[in-house]
């Protein structure tokens, strides 16, 4: 095993003459009626961690602009495959069960692009046995983002069962699906083939709602700027734990720290860690 820190992680690296082309475009994928916010995290968590272009796709009716963050770019869901190029796309957060997100996630199984797999995009795998058989077909690189309880429906086992053996759950989701597997929780995993490395950041304030669509965000945002893969997970889920521990060091949680408060840390670490 060996610890992410902040010794071997790798940083985005800006130059001064750099346009926004050359930092990647991400597209997140969700938000369904009442599940709004999770893909609305996501996408302004890409945003703050430095991609060039953000788009976001809500499969909700009526939302055409963030009124908070006018850069993100919001596209209807069937329009996304007409954009070129993407560099990553994060499906699932706040994605729903519907039809129409199971089409979603069926199309884009099949694209040669980076996918970042979170939330009911994982539920959805889990029941359907078509779309996980496309999930471990891809010949692209995918990021699974599941917490104990989505990683349980897809090793059909329970949540304590998960808990109880986390690294071998793990790369056993890494291999069943030729993904990185990020299993959160407490000491954040990531697992690729057969190895693993476990996270020295966070805290409890990290466990509240949206948390885990801000990492998939940022994730997303750091594969299209252009770090190889499993660096790009690596040094996420560094950063991620770390905003939540730079917060709660001002005093600011761990109670009632929110995933909107940690984008914007994510941020400032990014421009001051070495």
């Known amino acids: 095993m060996s610890a992410i820190s902040q010794n071997n992680i790798i940083l985005p690296i800006r130059k001064d003459n750099a346009h926004k082309g050359d930092h990647g475009s991400v597209a997140i994928i969700g938000?369904?009626?009442?599940?709004?916010?999770?893909?609305?995290?996501a996408s302004r968590a890409a945003l703050l961690s430095g991609a060039g272009r953000v788009y976001a796709s809500f499969l909700a009716d009526a939302i055409d602009v963030d009124l908070n963050y006018p850069e993100i770019m919001v596209r209807q869901p069937e329009a996304l495959s007409s954009l070129t190029p993407l560099d990553c796309v994060v499906i699932g957060p706040g994605l729903g069960t519907s039809a129409q997100a199971t089409a979603l996630l069926s199309l884009w199984l099949t694209q040669k692009i980076t996918l970042v797999i979170d939330a009911d995009a994982l539920n959805l795998i889990a029941s359907d046995h078509t779309l996980s058989h496309?999930?471990?077909?891809?010949?692209?690189?995918?990021?699974?983002t599941p917490h104990p309880g989505e990683a349980a429906k897809l090793?059909?086992?329970?949540?304590?069962?998960?808990?109880?053996?986390?690294?071998?759950s793990a790369l056993k989701l890494a291999r069943l699906f030729q993904a990185i597997c990020v299993l959160k929780g407490s000491h954040t995993l990531v697992?690729?083939?057969?190895?693993?490395?476990?996270?020295?950041?966070?805290?409890?304030?990290?466990?509240?709602?949206?948390?885990?669509?801000?990492?998939?965000?940022?994730?997303?945002?750091?594969?299209?700027?252009g770090l190889d893969t499993i660096e790009a997970v690596k040094t996420a889920v560094y950063i991620h734990g770390a905003a939540a521990d730079s917060l709660v060091a001002k005093k600011i949680g761990p109670i009632g720290l929110t995933a909107s408060e940690v984008s914007i840390e994510v941020r400032y670490l990014l421009n001051t860690l070495k």
């Open 31 to 41: 938000g369904a009626s009442g599940m709004v916010g999770a893909a609305v995290l």
């Open 134 to 144: 496309s999930l471990a077909q891809r010949d692209a690189a995918t990021i699974i």
């Open 155 to 168: 090793l059909q086992t329970t949540s304590n069962e998960v808990q109880e053996n986390r690294i071998e």
């Open 191 to 225: 697992a690729y083939e057969d190895q693993y490395f476990s996270n020295i950041t966070g805290n409890a304030g990290l466990a509240s709602g949206g948390s885990g669509d801000v990492l998939s965000g940022i994730i997303g945002s750091l594969v299209a700027q």
